[in-house]
């Protein structure tokens, strides 16, 4: 379908009940005549080209429980009446034009599941009133402009399993250290936010947590080894950071941890043998830190992607290794990723939101296969030489897209190509985008409302409405939602190498030729 929104829908179909129009190339403002649809409960006109502030003729739909029009090109301020809808339950206006801030009036709309206002260019502070929404679920503000901190009264938010603030360069702050009273979190994003301080040991408490991408910011202090108490998290983004001390051995009880991102930090001592032989693990990147002794195999080439480059490890090639070798951290990227969503969300997570990663260096990258989940956006680390690359089958990827990335983001999240919405823990996750990071979840309306099929990409809050994470994200998206995959050697060094062989093949024949004419001569 294209062309304008016909005026003529609000005054001939009064009992309308869902208006779905999505994925389509409309264009125009929306009609004033919707103010005539008193009945409408679901309205999904997401990835149009819808132009124009938000109509208020909308804030007369009193029955409105889905509000979704994302990946549009909305302009000007959210208004104030979306507040006085009290039965919305989803708002979903990610990947558009939006600017000013975040209305505090939104607290009104009390039956919020789901907010998604990623990749738009919101700033100021995030309203302490927020706090206020007994039912959210899912809240996606990646890649804006948007300041912090985190407010003190989103610790009252007992229903949230998505949170996703990740490139807004502005935020700053420290980590929250009330994330541990919301027990049910799936996905925490905060990747790319300037960040500083250290991280809270208290994250470790979250036993529903399944992603967490705090990458790309200036954190210090060691790495809590009350993580590794994290029984259901897939996906841990800590790259690009300034944290010390030693990789703790508790991370090894991390039974489903598939992506595990600690490059670009100033980490010392041993690597611990145990962590390649994670059972579910296919990105371990311990990149560029200053981590000594031995390097521990890689017990699984062909599904493990390893990258260990930059360290000055035993037994591993290409390892520069002068005299107090400092790693120094890396300056946070500010490029945001493309949002959804989702890191999921991306309802949230999302995911995020998606800038294109560095290549990853090919001296230390065990391949991996097709499968393997894409890192966070920011997380590639700078090439190296392509001499320690395990050998890839012919099935591995030439590239991937970083929560890097969470990305972790973004931040893309793959953002970040986009974090991807969080996965079961009994699978291998899957990363779109991001952490985020995935096929988008359908997102409907409540069952009485025939839902539509959602173009957003973020995760779903609960049983009763799935709502689907943003592609960048931010995705939360989570969700431009962001492995690093080694680049392959290079055609000159390639054409060398075969040169090489085919010079000692062809000395062998020829003294095998040479043998066997003196046999018959004699």
């Not at 699978?427 to 995935?438: E, G, I, V």
């Not at 190498?497 to 085919?502: A, L």
Request: charged letters at 10%.
């Amino acid at each position: 379908l294209e062309g304008p929104i016909p005026e003529w829908i609000g005054s001939k179909f009064l009992k309308l009940v869902n208006l779905h129009l999505a994925t389509n190339s409309l264009n125009g403002s929306l009609p004033s005549t919707l103010s005539g649809l008193k009945s409408l409960k679901s309205l999904d006109l997401g990835s149009n080209h819808i132009v124009g502030h938000l109509s208020s003729s909308l804030q007369h739909c009193k029955d409105l429980e889905f509000l979704s029009i994302p990946t549009s090109e909305l302009s000007g301020p959210i208004p104030e009446w979306l507040g006085r809808l009290t039965k919305l339950r989803v708002l979903e206006l990610f990947t558009n034009h939006l600017s000013g801030t975040i209305p505090a009036s939104l607290a009104g709309a009390s039956a919020l599941e789901s907010i998604a206002l990623d990749d738009n260019d919101l700033s100021g502070p995030i309203p302490t009133a927020l706090g206020n929404l007994p039912n959210l679920a899912a809240f996606y503000v990646a890649s804006n402009r948007l300041e912090g901190p985190l407010p003190n009264s989103f610790s009252r938010l007992n229903s949230l399993m998505y949170l996703d603030v990740s490139y807004n360069r502005g935020f700053g702050g420290s980590l929250p250290t009330f994330l541990d009273r919301l027990w049910l979190l799936e996905s925490v994003a905060f990747e790319n936010c300037d960040l500083t301080g250290p991280i809270p040991p208290s994250l470790g408490s979250l036993n529903l947590l399944v992603e967490l991408f705090v990458d790309n910011n200036r954190l210090s202090g060691t790495i809590p080894a009350a993580l590794g108490n994290l029984p259901a998290l897939n996906k841990l983004y800590l790259n690009r950071n300034q944290l010390g001390g030693s990789i703790p051995g508790e991370l090894c009880k991390l039974s489903y941890i598939y992506n595990l991102n600690l490059a670009r930090n100033q980490l010392t001592g041993t690597v611990p043998a145990c962590l390649p032989k994670l059972p579910r693990i296919t990105l371990l990147d311990i990149s560029h830190n200053n981590l000594t002794g031995p390097l521990p195999p890689n017990p699984r080439p062909s599904s493990l992607h390893f990258s260990y480059s930059g360290n000055c490890l035993d037994s591993a090639p290409d390892q520069d290794c002068p005299a107090n070798a400092t790693s120094p951290a890396a300056a946070p990227s500010s490029a945001a990723p493309s949002a959804t969503p989702s890191s999921a969300p991306s309802a949230t997570p999302s995911s995020a939101p998606s800038s294109a990663p560095s290549s990853a260096p090919a001296s230390t990258l065990a391949s991996a296969p097709s499968s393997t989940p894409s890192p966070s956006p920011s997380s590639a680390p700078s090439p190296a030489p392509a001499s320690a690359l395990s050998p890839a089958p012919a099935s591995s990827p030439a590239s991937l897209p970083g929560p890097a990335p969470l990305s972790t983001s973004a931040p893309a999240r793959s953002a970040p190509a986009s974090k991807s919405a969080p996965v079961s823990t009994s699978t291998p996750a899957s990363t779109s985008a991001p952490a985020s990071t995935s096929a988008p979840a359908s997102t409907s309306a409540p069952a009485s409302t025939s839902a539509p099929a959602s173009t957003s990409a973020h995760a779903s809050p609960s049983a009763s409405l799935s709502i689907a994470p943003s592609s960048t994200p931010t995705a939360n998206a989570v969700q431009q939602q962001q492995q690093q995959q080694g680049t392959p050697p290079s055609p000159n060094k390639a054409a060398s190498r075969g040169e090489e062989k085919i010079e000692v093949i062809q000395a062998a024949m020829a003294a095998c030729i040479a043998t066997m004419l003196l046999v018959l001569l004699w």
